[in-house]
């Protein structure tokens, strides 16, 4: 069984910056994508950003200049760092991870989310 384990989630005003951090754990041969997601209440969950084994980010349209994500292989940890946030980048903010489980299985794993909340 593999978990995820996000933090950094909180309150900021707007223009402010916050870092999630999101850390995978259990039974990990290697991890394939880690990335971000979120939901707002009363719209559906939505791609924030995503970053291959090898590094490569993928961004929303929305996130653009403003966010960036990372990823430390050896510590299984994908990190979001947003900057100049706005009032609509409150949501829950979900981990997802592609996490090779066994000798020849692989598993789509979730975070339980962090509440991030900007204030105008």
């Known amino acids: 069984q593999v978990q995820l384990a996000e933090s950094g989630g909180g309150l900021v005003q707007a223009g402010g910056s916050l870092r999630l951090s999101c850390a995978a754990s259990g039974r990990i041969f290697s991890t394939n994508a880690m990335g971000w997601y979120r939901q707002a209440p009363g719209k559906q969950r939505e791609l924030v950003a995503t970053?291959?084994?090898?590094?490569?980010?993928n961004y929303a349209d929305s996130v653009k200049g403003r966010f960036t994500i990372s990823r430390d292989n050896a510590k299984n940890t994908v990190y979001l760092q947003m900057n100049s946030l706005k009032p609509e980048d409150t949501a829950v903010y979900y981990c997802?991870?592609?996490?090779?489980?066994?000798?020849?299985?692989?598993?789509?794993?979730w975070g339980q989310g962090t509440q991030v909340t900007v204030s105008s």
């Open positions: 970053i291959t084994s090898g590094g490569s980010p």
């Open positions: 997802h991870a592609g996490v090779r489980d066994g000798l020849s299985s692989w598993g789509q794993y």
